[in-house]
């Protein structure tokens, strides 16, 4: 019977605490590493310190959020 890895990624690298996907057989893909956004395969679970914990059971992407500034007008990362 072949083992499947069990992976821990960080799909948030700005953040201060990260946002991992976990999950056994999950592919992470990196779609854009400038504004963090990824394609999730499998299931797996989104995990922080500071937010809920989410089951993501099918394929998806994930970004980082993103807020207007009026002052600056434009949009920016969300900060933590």
Do not use: R, W
């Not at 956004?37 to 992407?61: A, D, R, Y």
């Amino acid at each position: 019977m072949q083992k499947v890895a069990q992976i821990k990624k960080n799909i948030a690298p700005s953040s201060d605490n990260g946002h991992f996907v976990e999950g056994a057989g999950v592919k992470v893909i990196d779609l854009d590493i400038v504004n963090e956004t990824f394609v999730v395969e499998g299931k797996s679970q989104l995990t922080t310190k500071n937010h809920t914990s989410l089951e993501m059971n099918e394929t998806c992407i994930v970004t980082c959020q993103q807020v207007y500034d009026p002052l600056l007008k434009s949009f920016e990362k969300s900060g933590d």
